[in-house]
């Protein structure tokens, strides 16, 4: 019986909004960073997540990934820790859309502090990462595409970590 008293909980929860509120150039301070998305698997997946700060605050942060195709989503996260360290899932982002290899996300907390806002300079000093994984279904812990964000941006990796939670 508890069971069936989670089920409208769970329909509630999964039903968050799918479309991102379109950003016009005026709602940016002007504070922005690219990092590139290397390849993690061999689908020979890469790209970039731009970083803008928004005049209301938190970020917007804009995927383009190369290489997508067919009418798959791939589901993109914040992960604290490098590649490398199979470090804890902090925010979850639009999935890309294969056909167009793009996504669109606004970013305000971070699931460890959801009482501060996560501005610019938080995110400079981050120790984190960017997750982008082949689906959400069987291929939901392969990677294809990630990259080191914040303060690990200048990390070499030597290796990407399979990402156990989402």
Known sequence: MKLLALI??????SCGNDEQE???SGDFTGNEVVYNLYSASEFGISGTAHFRELTSGGLDVSIQLLNTTGEIFHPVHLHAGSVREDGPLVSVLEPVYGMSGE????VTFLMTNETKTFTYSDLLKFDGSIRIHLDGGPGQNILVAAANIGENNNLISDGIAICNEW
């Not at 409208?8 to 929860?13: A, E, H, K, S, T």
């Not at 996504?103 to 606004?106: A, E, F, I, L, Y």
């Open 103 to 106: 996504s669109n996300s606004q």
């Open 22 to 24: 379109p950003v016009a």
């Open 8 to 13: 409208p909980l769970v329909i509630l929860l």
